[in-house]
């Protein structure tokens, strides 16, 4: 779902919190965030690039709303915005498949420092295609910078500059009432025995912080990721945990992921104040980032209720 905004006029998404109060033996009585509206511009030049395969993380979504989804002709396949459903995929999982790629004949590929393998990447130089790394993000700051090298990327900057001028104007304005909350982000991947508190830089951190509570995993644990023991727990005692929502139901859900160790221990456990966010929509930072913060926000207000 996309909202329309031009130079002049600039539309704030309708938020779309969803409370699921036992109607999922997967979420129970999590908050869930599974989706969020984009910013977009009208685009108002021609890119120099007219076909795109779009590979670093969030790539696709920005090339979207930059008004030109039409030079997309594949994506990874962690672009998961409706809007991008008629895009092929043409990655196996989050592997480079070289060979479909080249039969696309496409222009550029855009990647990051994350995409890979290696000798995949060098097949598509060695077919001749070019190959643009553009920066990561993990941080709020970050997103205006990955779309400007984006844009520049496929040859519209000014479409760039004026998406990153329509998100800049929708920062949400943070509430008393959750000023200072205790938030802990948790990824999980149980089927895999991946349990992990995010930290300093975990990217999660700057959306708590954006908010106006606080990530107490990033104002004690140094790391990004780090392991997540029942003392760490216990001692974080953070009074809301978020989650993706991949993570929460590979525990088995609200029951299944507070006994797990040190959980039921802690205020948000004993409360049950978990949010669930959709997997590729929490740390996309992108043009669906602002109305995810005035959901996250809203989020945080409910459950704090409890």
């Not at 995409?115 to 997103?143: C, F, H, M, Y």
């Not at 912080?209 to 953070?238: C, H, K, Q, R, Y």
């Amino acid at each position: 779902m996309r909202t329309r905004v031009n130079i002049k006029v600039l539309t704030v998404a309708t938020v779309t919190l969803i409370a699921l109060a036992g109607c999922s033996s997967q979420t129970g009585r999590a908050f869930e965030i599974p989706t969020a509206s984009a910013v977009t511009v009208s685009a108002t030049e021609d890119p120099k690039i007219t076909r795109v395969v779009a590979l670093a993380n969030g790539s696709a979504e920005i090339i979207s709303a930059l008004g030109v989804k039409s030079i997309l002709i594949g994506r990874d396949i962690a672009s998961t915005d409706v809007d991008l459903s008629d895009v092929p995929v043409v990655t196996s999982g989050h592997q480079v498949i070289p060979e479909k790629i080249i039969s696309l004949n496409p222009d550029l590929v855009i990647i990051d420092k994350s995409t890979g393998p290696q000798n995949a990447l060098d097949a598509l130089r060695s077919a001749g295609i070019r190959v643009v790394q553009t920066p990561e993000a993990w941080k709020l700051s970050d997103i205006s910078v990955k779309v400007s090298a984006i844009a520049d990327a496929i040859g519209a900057p000014a479409l760039g500059a004026q998406l990153n001028i329509a998100m800049a104007n929708l920062s949400p304005s943070q509430s008393p009432t959750i000023s200072g909350t205790r938030i802990a982000f948790l990824y999980l991947r149980g089927s895999s025995a991946i349990y992990l508190i995010g930290g300093k830089g975990s990217g999660a951190d700057s959306l708590i912080n954006a908010i106006g509570a606080v990530d107490v995993g990033a104002a004690a644990l140094a790391n990004p990721f780090n392991s997540m023991t029942s003392e760490s727990m216990v001692s974080l005692n953070p009074e809301v945990i978020l989650l993706m929502t991949k993570g929460l139901a590979s525990t088995g859900g609200v029951a299944g992921f507070v006994d797990l160790p040190g959980v039921a221990q802690t205020e948000a456990g004993k409360n049950k104040r978990i949010i669930a966010v959709d997997d590729s929509l929490l740390l996309s930072f992108g043009p669906r980032t602002p109305d995810l913060l005035v959901q996250l926000l809203k989020a945080v207000e409910q459950v704090m209720q409890k």
